[in-house]
């Protein structure tokens, strides 16, 4: 596709589950990033993947949340064990580097999944 | 579409006229700076970018500058039109990620209203 594609784009859990959240990066893109957007707080990455030479190096899970990258330009966010702060919109970004050295360069979002745990 | 303005910053500005978003940011070794806008129910864009070496970068009805000083960055939007409206984050070295994992945090954002 043209762009980053996320799925799906609202999601309804209740608290205790686990959810996956796809995102679709841009074909060719090196890496993949995992952001939590909440209202009036700004966004915080939660993990991200570098894929390169057939090699996959996932970010250290932070606590409940995991990415996995089954294809090169197919990630999925897992959320175990939901809990009403987990409320937000989580956007996907890839880039076509990775973000170290003298260059760096912009990423594409997807328009991102809104998780509401009830 | 998502209101992810609701508590956010408001800035409004009459069409036609020029707009200043502000941003401190608050690492004094950040040396990139990219400014996004997000449109209700998209992800973020990509506008502009600046690194540390310089203080004043144009693009297209856009300037960003940066005071290191102070460690302030500013997004001018020349002529402001209905479409500018959004919400506009800064982010500090948004990309760079060294060693092992190290968290990253957009600014909450300033929402722009143009008012036609």
């Known amino acids: 596709g043209a762009g980053v594609s996320q799925s799906p784009r609202y999601k309804v859990a209740k608290r205790g589950r686990d959810v996956a959240l796809r995102c679709d990066s841009i074909?060719?893109?090196?890496?993949l990033y995992w952001y939590r957007q909440t209202l009036g707080q700004g966004s915080e990455v939660l993990t991200y993947s570098q894929s390169d030479a057939q090699r996959d190096k996932s970010g250290r899970p932070s606590g409940r949340f995991s990415a996995e990258r089954p294809e090169r330009s197919v990630s999925t966010l897992k959320i175990q064990r939901t809990e009403q702060g987990d409320s937000a919109v989580y956007l996907c970004?890839?880039?076509?580097?990775f973000g170290t050295g003298v260059v760096r360069t912009e990423a594409f979002f997807g328009q991102g999944t809104r998780l509401t745990v009830v | 579409g998502e209101s992810v303005g609701l508590h956010l910053p408001t800035l409004s500005v009459q069409e036609g006229d020029n707009s200043i978003i502000n941003c401190a940011y608050s690492n004094s070794a950040s040396d990139y700076f990219i400014w996004y806008k997000q449109e209700s129910g998209k992800g973020p864009q990509f506008i502009i970018d600046i690194r540390s070496n310089m203080d004043k970068r144009q693009g297209q009805r856009v300037t960003v500058l940066l005071n290191k000083t102070v460690k302030h960055l500013s997004l001018q939007i020349a002529a402001t039109q209905p479409g500018d409206s959004a919400v506009y984050f800064c982010?500090?070295?948004?990309?760079?990620?060294?060693?092992?994992?190290?968290?990253?945090?957009f600014g909450t954002g300033t929402k722009l209203q143009v008012i036609p």
């Open positions: 970004a890839s880039s076509l580097r």
């Open positions: 982010a500090e070295n948004p990309f760079f990620i060294s060693g092992g994992y190290q968290k990253v945090t």
């Open positions: 074909s060719g893109h090196v890496t």
